[in-house]
C-alpha cells in the first residue's frame, strides 16, 4: 500500500530535480530516498521518473502519478489541519514561495510571528522569480505564496513595499550623483533582471519616453550584481534584501519607483495557509 511518505518523497524529487537534492529537505540519505521512490515504482507498475545525465525527468505515468499524489497529500493534511482545528489548534504544514528580495525583510518577520504564534505547524518555503511563484500556486506546490499587487483573480493581503533603486558601478559618472534618473541609466547598457521586477519599471520607462539598451538578462541578484560590478552595465532592483559588493554604488531612483506585494493562497489553502494569510491582513506586530 502507497504510504505518506512515499508521496513526500516522491514530490520532493519531483519539485527539486534530483535524489540528493530531496534527501536533504527530507532528512534522508539518497539511497533511502531512492529506495522510497523505487518501492512506489514496484507499487504503480511503471518508472515515474527518466534518469537523464542533467538530472531526473517525469515520465508520463510521473506526470500523471504526480497531480494525484499531490492532491492525495493535501487531502491528508487538510483532514489532519481541520480535525485538529476543532481543538481549537493549527497544525500542518505551511507551505510558502518567496521571492529572493522579499524573504529578509518583508517574510521572515511574518513567519517568526507565525511560528510563535503556532509552534505545531511545520513550515516548507521555496524561492523563486514571480512568475515561479504564481505557477506553484497554480499548480498547488505551495499553498501561500509572495506576488506583486494587484493580484486579479487571487485572494491576498497587503504584504509591503519595496522601494527600487539603481545600481550603478562605482567608476561610473553616475556614482558620484545623490540620485539616478530614467534618462541617466537609458545612456548606459543595462542589465535586466528577469525576476520580475522589469515588470514594474518598464512601464514607468514607457511613459516616460526611455527606452533602455538592453545589453543583459540575468535570472538570479548576484548574476546583476557581478555583471554591474565589472563594469559592464547598469540595473534596477529592490533596495530590500541587496548585499553591499564592493564596486557596486546603489543611488535612489527618480522618480521613485515602488513594487507593492501581498501573500496570496490557493483556492484550496488549508488551515495553515489561511491562518498565515490572516495574520499578515490584520497587520499586527
Known amino acids: 500500500m502507497t504510504t505518506l511518505l512515499q508521496l513526500n518523497t516522491f514530490l520532493t524529487v519531483a519539485d527539486l530535480g534530483?535524489?540528493?537534492?530531496?534527501?536533504?529537505r527530507l532528512g534522508l540519505s539518497q539511497p533511502a530516498v531512492s529506495r522510497t521512490i523505487a518501492a512506489l515504482e514496484k507499487e504503480v507498475g511503471l518508472p515515474l521518473f527518466v534518469?537523464?545525465?542533467?538530472?531526473?525527468s517525469l515520465?508520463?505515468?510521473g506526470s500523471v502519478a504526480l497531480r494525484h499524489a499531490r492532491e492525495a497529500v493535501r487531502q491528508l493534511t487538510l483532514m489532519r489541519t481541520e480535525v485538529a482545528g476543532l481543538a481549537g489548534d493549527v497544525t500542518g504544514t505551511l507551505s510558502l514561495a518567496s521571492l529572493p528580495t522579499a524573504t529578509?525583510?518583508?517574510?521572515?518577520?511574518?513567519l517568526q510571528r507565525f511560528v510563535r504564534r503556532h509552534p505545531a505547524v511545520t513550515i516548507r518555503q521555496l524561492e523563486g522569480s514571480e512568475e515561479e511563484v504564481r505557477d506553484w500556486l497554480d499548480q498547488g506546490v505551495v499553498e501561500a505564496g509572495v506576488v506583486r499587487l494587484p493580484a486579479r483573480g487571487l485572494e491576498v493581503a497587503p504584504l509591503g513595499d519595496q522601494v527600487l533603486v539603481?545600481?550603478?558601478p562605482a567608476d561610473s559618472r553616475l556614482a558620484a550623483e545623490d540620485s539616478v534618473g530614467y534618462t541617466d541609466l537609458a545612456r548606459e547598457p543595462f542589465v535586466r533582471g528577469t525576476g520580475g521586477c522589469a515588470e514594474v519599471f518598464m512601464p514607468i520607462a514607457r511613459r516616460l519616453g526611455v527606452q533602455f539598451d538592453l545589453a543583459f538578462e540575468a535570472r538570479e541578484i548576484p548574476a546583476t550584481l557581478e555583471i554591474v560590478r565589472a563594469g559592464l552595465g547598469v540595473?534596477?532592483?529592490p533596495r530590500d534584501g541587496l548585499p553591499e559588493v564592493p564596486g557596486v554604488v546603489v543611488r535612489p531612483l527618480v522618480p521613485e519607483t515602488v513594487r507593492s506585494l501581498g501573500i496570496a493562497v490557493s483556492a484550496s489553502a488549508?488551515?495553515?495557509a489561511r491562518a498565515f494569510l490572516a495574520q499578515v491582513a490584520s497587520g499586527e506586530d
Do not use: H, M, W, Y
Open 270 to 272: 488549508s488551515g495553515p
Open 51 to 56: 534518469r537523464r545525465r542533467d538530472g531526473l
Open 18 to 24: 534530483g535524489f540528493t537534492a530531496a534527501g536533504r
Open 166 to 168: 539603481a545600481l550603478v
Open 59 to 61: 515520465t508520463e505515468a
Open 235 to 237: 540595473s534596477i532592483l
Open 104 to 110: 529578509a525583510a518583508l517574510v521572515a518577520p511574518q
